[in-house]
């Protein structure tokens, strides 16, 4: 990644958060057969919001032109429908399935320019639009000169490549977004996926559709074939899709969210066959899911799948193994699989999550016995070599007095 692409990168990061609940949806921007008004695009926000100073651009990615806005829609007067959503579309087109009344529609006119087919990125901005004339590429190398968006703030981008012959490049990944790189084919559309709960957005995939009769009423948009299906969220194939629905809620979907959490626990070198851990996770919505007394594998490895409600984001992971104290970390879950380190402090024996008087007699106890004598206690055995003895009290004594998180 070169200088240029790290600093827009960096920038578009910073200034992204100013609006990161306003999102690019839907997109059909290339349907099989004529594109004549039968493109749209979809964004999704809170109910209400005001798109005052917003503008969407569609850069070109394509040879010689790269980097340069094909298209500017000003959303300026517009607010997210009850639902969230606002549908851009031509004026003269109805789709199929039926917009949701609760949508709002921009309709242009239907002399208004169709998006590019070729390699294109779409950005979602609020602030001053930049002038019609931009080249944001003017090396056509694929880096953004992300400046000459001047004061304007980025809230979303995805992009897509042809594969043609010749520069194809998608901006979206300079700026912290999707990519969708060049392969077999050139997607007809861009569609996000929900969780199960409807509460946030797994991930983006992008498909060739089947033709439609078209006229005054298109769709509905079924997927083509499998090869031509592309999915960033795990577990979400060809056969789970049902078709485009621009207006209405993009569907959800359950796949499966995994966490795998290794436990590194303090002065502890053995098996962990036949001991337990306990994960709470709190998501992003504070919604807790808690695994009890989970089988830990023979190398430290505690796995839970979480359902698919739960809400993706920044969230609170807490982890207690048997004999170690419970230990807070901030945690992102994203879509599909997850893996975590959590660094637990050792000594608590009788599993109260604090390291005291009660575990050093219960140590005491079993002092100089080994795995099969009578009176041996496993969790007194905190470095895990099946024998009592002054590294198990070195051990409790560096955490003495003290309490999980």
């Known amino acids: 990644m070169n200088k240029t692409r790290l600093a827009a990168l960096a920038g578009a990061l910073f200034v992204s958060s100013f609006a990161s609940a306003q999102q690019l949806s839907e997109l059909m921007i290339n349907p099989t057969g004529a594109d004549t008004n039968r493109e749209f695009i979809e964004l999704k926000s809170t109910p209400g919001f005001s798109y005052n100073n917003y503008f969407l651009l569609e850069i070109d990615g394509d040879l010689s032109v790269a980097g340069r806005i094909n298209k500017t829609v000003l959303l300026t007067g517009l607010t ?7 549908l851009i579309k031509k004026a003269v087109t109805n789709f199929l399935p039926t917009a949701s009344g609760a949508t709002t529609i921009l309709n242009l006119p239907v002399g208004d320019p169709d998006f590019h087919n070729s390699s294109t990125t779409f ?20 880096s953004f000169n992300i400046a000459l968006l001047g004061t304007a703030t980025i809230a979303d981008a995805v992009s897509i490549e042809d594969n043609d012959v010749g520069n194809n490049f998608g901006y979206a990944d300079n700026l912290g977004f999707k990519n969708f790189p060049a392969g077999t084919y050139m997607p007809d559309m861009l569609y996000r996926v929900n969780n199960s709960g409807l509460t946030a957005f797994l991930g983006w995939t992008a498909m060739d559709v089947l033709i439609d009769a078209g006229g005054a009423a298109s769709g509905p948009y079924l997927p083509f074939q499998a090869a031509n299906f592309t999915s ?16 209405n809620i993009n569907d959800g979907f359950s796949g499966a969210v995994t966490l795998a959490v290794t436990l590194n626990v303090g002065g502890y070198a053995g098996d962990f066959t036949g001991r337990g ?12 899911h808690s695994f009890l007394n989970q089988a830990i594998s023979i190398t430290g490895v505690v796995n839970v799948t979480l359902p698919g409600s739960a809400a993706l984001g920044a969230g609170t992971l807490r982890v207690k193994m ?11 879950l994203v879509a599909g699989a997850n893996t ?21 007699d219960i140590l005491s106890a079993s002092f100089n016995l080994s795995m099969g004598d009578s009176g041996y206690v496993d969790l007194a055995d905190l470095n895990g070599d ?20």
């Open 340 to 360: 975590f380190t959590s660094s637990q402090l050792n000594g608590d024996v009788n599993d109260d999550d604090f390291v005291g008087f009660d575990d050093f």
């Open 123 to 142: 950005i979602l901005c609020a602030g001053t639009p930049p002038v019609a004339t931009t080249d944001f590429d003017a090396a056509n190398n694929g």
């Open 80 to 86: 997210a429908g009850s639902n969230g959503l606002l």
């Open 277 to 288: 851990a306990d994960v709470v996770y709190t998501d992003s919505a504070s919604v807790n």
């Open 386 to 405: 099946m024998f009592v003895g002054f590294d198990d009290f070195d051990i409790l004594s560096a955490n003495f007095n003290t309490s999980g998180d």
């Open 232 to 247: 960033d969220v795990p577990g979400f194939t060809f056969a789970n899709f049902t078709n485009m629905n621009p207006g």
């Open 322 to 332: 048997s004999h170690s104290l419970t230990k807070q970390d901030s945690f992102t």
